[in-house]
């Protein structure tokens, strides 16, 4: 049962918060195992994530002033930055840190709906299925390492008020003389025009927080480019499609569930280093838009105004695997599995798959348009029956063709 005056005490201000079995009084802790916290001495398993504000029949909260000393034991407590928590090194007691809103270092937090290693290896193994990996080559693979960290994001609400300058393509027709004809002829040229104008306008979206470097950087595997690059565009990927979602809670430490936190970029360094350039495209892409014919040369310069800055926090597992001495890495997002980046050894299954689907959609084309032609043949001449008959049969065969190409496509994104 909740206890009220648990909650005024935890909305009031700053203190430590070491959680406690509600059935014995021990310390709980995260278990890998069970998926959940767990009282360190009678086993209990707590259902819920608990909540930092109030208690009830399945845990308490023992709530002290923040101090330097443990509780407990008096000994020294230590901060921990990458689980954002103390710790005493004398008795082991862990406390959070239950901070108002505008002291926290987060705004948001998606936890990990897949906890456990052995669920994350249920979804890495279907994600090689997806890829045409054959069972054989899935029982040569052998799991080195599975790690899990939260990645910090920034979303910021940005405001541009600009003045840019494009040059424009401006087609024209001139005669020429043509010495290798002896005569004059017609030539197409492209000419290109200065163009100016001002853009206000106003974006939101995300970009990461950390250096992928600063991800195991020290293992052989994280040195090869490829391999960070791939964690680049599934970083990007997440921030597109992710970050937005309802999963998202309001920051607590608990729901960190022991995981590294990967914040290692100011908002300022990461919008030098990420948001600019997100920021530069989105302007390039709006000002091309504005004109019909083809653009260049696009420059602009003005202010930017930064508003609902917001920092968030997004799970990913990291698996290390190895197939015939080779090292190989996949991405996988820790909400559901579904996303995932990465590097996949080859099968002749996933090579033959691949060119099955190029194949048929090809054929699929070329046959629908063979057909329409030989519809025209028949008509004899191009009379508006054929031009129906080779409309139809061309629609047709487009369809059919993205019809094939997206029920073999790929299915992560």
């Given at each position: ?245 309802s999963d998202a809670h309001d920051y607590s430490p608990v729901f960190l569930f022991d995981r590294v936190i990967l914040d290692t970029l100011s908002f300022g360094k990461a919008w030098d280093d990420y948001g600019e ?60 599995g579904e996303i995932y980046r990465g590097t996949v050894p080859i099968s002749l299954n996933r090579f033959l798959g691949k060119l099955f689907k190029w ?55």
């Amino acid at each position: 049962m909740k206890n009220p005056a648990n909650k005024r005490f935890a909305d009031s201000e700053d203190h430590l918060v070491e959680i406690i079995c509600a059935k014995c009084g021990g310390a709980l802790r995260f278990s890998s195992k069970h998926s959940r916290y767990i009282c360190t001495k009678c086993g209990h398993v707590i259902p819920d994530i608990p909540d930092l504000s109030c208690s009830t029949a399945d845990y308490e909260l023992r709530v002290s002033p923040v101090s330097e000393v443990c509780p407990n034991c008096k000994a020294p407590l230590a901060y921990s930055a990458v689980y954002d928590r103390f710790f005493c090194e004398h008795c082991n007691s862990l406390y959070f840190v239950n901070k108002t809103k505008e002291q926290q270092r987060f705004d948001a937090i998606t936890p990990f709906s897949v906890i456990s290693k052995k669920d994350m290896c249920k979804k890495f193994i279907n994600a090689l299925k997806l890829e045409h990996v054959s069972t054989k080559m899935l029982e040569e693979m052998k799991i080195s390492d599975i790690d899990a960290f939260y990645t910090t994001f920034y979303t910021a609400r940005i405001g541009s008020d600009i003045h840019y300058t494009v040059e424009l393509a401006h087609e024209y027709e001139t005669r020429e003389w043509n010495s290798a004809t002896k005569e004059y002829q017609t030539v197409k040229k492209t000419e290109w025009l200065p163009e100016s104008g001002d853009l206000n306008s106003v974006d939101t979206f995300s970009f990461q927080g950390f250096q992928p470097t600063d991800l195991f950087s020290d293992h052989p595997v994280f040195q090869k480019k490829a391999v960070i690059k791939q964690l680049v565009d599934f970083v990007i990927l997440l921030a597109k499609t992710r970050l937005n979602k309802s999963d998202a809670h309001d920051y607590s430490p608990v729901f960190l569930f022991d995981r590294v936190i990967l914040d290692t970029l100011s908002f300022g360094k990461a919008w030098d280093d990420y948001g600019e350039s997100i920021l530069t495209e989105k302007i390039k892409s709006r000002i091309a838009a504005l004109y019909p014919q083809q653009t260049q040369n696009i420059r602009w310069s003005g202010s930017t105004d930064f508003d609902e800055v917001h920092k968030s926090l997004y799970p990913i597992w990291v698996i290390r695997y190895v197939y015939k001495n080779d090292d190989y890495v996949l991405f996988m997002d820790g909400l559901n599995g579904e996303i995932y980046r990465g590097t996949v050894p080859i099968s002749l299954n996933r090579f033959l798959g691949k060119l099955f689907k190029w194949l048929l959609t090809l054929g699929t084309l070329f046959g629908g348009f063979y057909l329409a032609y030989i519809a025209v043949e028949a008509c004899g001449s191009v009379s508006l029956l054929s031009v129906i008959a080779l409309l139809g049969i061309g629609i047709t065969s487009i369809c059919i063709s993205i019809w094939i190409f997206k029920e073999f496509k790929k299915r992560n994104y």
